[in-house]
């Protein structure tokens, strides 16, 4: 049986750099806003700024999980089903609560997760 080719961590990777870099452009203003308030407590709960802040957060967390994937594919690990799974059903609700927004970039790797952790 070939090996699988190592893509999942490393899409998983790119789609975090584009989001951090589209944070930039689509959230300019309020996060120089934010800079210039000195960054510490400058997002309210409702507001543009604290829009920008969870789209910026996300893109490290997409990254580490992009990072844990391709390390576990060098080492032909195997990402366990509910692990796959629960990205599944992340994306989904992601999706469903808004479907206008770049989710749908993981839907490939996703379901990729999903048919190797079946074997």
Known sequence: MATP?????????AVA???????FFLYAAPLREMAGAGLIAS?????????A??????APLLGVAGLLIDAMEARRIAVPFSVALLLLLTL???LAVM???GAWLLFPPVVALLLRSRG
């Open 43 to 51: 997002a309210d709960d409702y507001s543009l700024r604290a829009t």
């Open 53 to 58: 802040y969870w789209f910026l957060a996300f």
């Open 99 to 101: 479907p206008a927004n």
């Open 5 to 13: 080719r190592r893509w999942i961590g490393r899409w998983f990777i």
């Open 92 to 94: 989904i609700a992601m």
């Open 17 to 23: 750099l584009l989001h951090g870099i589209a944070a």
